[in-house]
């Protein structure tokens, strides 16, 4: 899926951690794209504010595109992720607006992005929750490649 981009080169010290709130879908799928897209070289967690405790399988579809394990990815809170951290994130990334007014101080101060995208796992209608699925993992990989491609990670 991709391409060697000189600009990639320089990320191994990244650290990005992706956040929202049931840490079931969008910031699952961010995280494995950016593991995916990233080559390897950008150091990803995601984590939730009230995760879900599980990976919802739609998402697990969409991450089946990619080339990584998907029984890797689990369900995690945020004060999971951080107590588990080895070193400040660099870059912090809230996909959903209630993580975003419900994620306060980090450690180190990271630089902050939000992508207040649309929930696909509000959808109760099969067909049109993996529409939505799809859509939002196009979206992700889109904004993730733009900011592997310019360097910003």
Same mark, same amino acid.
């Given at each position: 899926?991709?391409?060697?981009?000189?600009?990639?080169?320089?990320?191994?010290?990244?650290?990005?951690?992706?956040?929202?709130?049931?840490?079931?879908?969008?910031?699952?799928?961010?995280?494995?794209?950016?593991?995916?897209?990233?080559?390897?070289?950008?150091?990803?967690?995601?984590?939730?504010?009230?995760?879900?405790?599980?990976?919802?399988?739609?998402?697990?579809?969409?991450? @089946? &595109?990619?080339?990584?394990?998907?029984?890797?990815?689990? #369900?995690?809170?945020? $004060?999971?992720? %951080?107590? *588990?951290?080895?070193?400040?994130?660099?870059?912090?990334?809230?996909?959903?607006?209630?993580?975003?007014?419900?994620?306060?101080?980090?450690?180190?101060?990271?630089?902050?992005?939000?992508?207040?995208?649309?929930?696909?796992?509000?959808?109760?209608?099969?067909?049109?929750? @993996? &529409?939505?699925?799809?859509?939002?993992?196009?979206?992700? #990989?889109?904004?993730? $490649?733009?900011? %592997?491609? *310019?360097?910003?990670?």
């Amino acid at each position: 899926m991709a391409t060697h981009n000189p600009a990639r080169d320089n990320l191994a010290s990244r650290r990005v951690l992706v956040v929202c709130t049931g840490n079931s879908a969008r910031s699952i799928m961010a995280e494995a794209l950016f593991q995916a897209l990233g080559e390897g070289a950008v150091d990803v967690a995601s984590a939730g504010s009230a995760p879900t405790g599980r990976v919802h399988p739609l998402a697990l579809e969409q991450i @089946r &595109r990619l080339p990584v394990d998907p029984t890797r990815y689990s #369900s995690k809170s945020l $004060s999971t992720v %951080l107590n *588990a951290a080895e070193a400040p994130f660099d870059l912090v990334i809230t996909v959903c607006d209630h993580a975003a007014q419900n994620c306060g101080a980090l450690p180190g101060e990271p630089n902050r992005l939000h992508w207040g995208l649309p929930d696909p796992a509000a959808h109760q209608e099969t067909q049109e929750a @993996r &529409r939505a699925f799809s859509a939002c993992f196009d979206e992700l #990989s889109q904004r993730i $490649s733009g900011l %592997l491609d *310019a360097g910003l990670v």
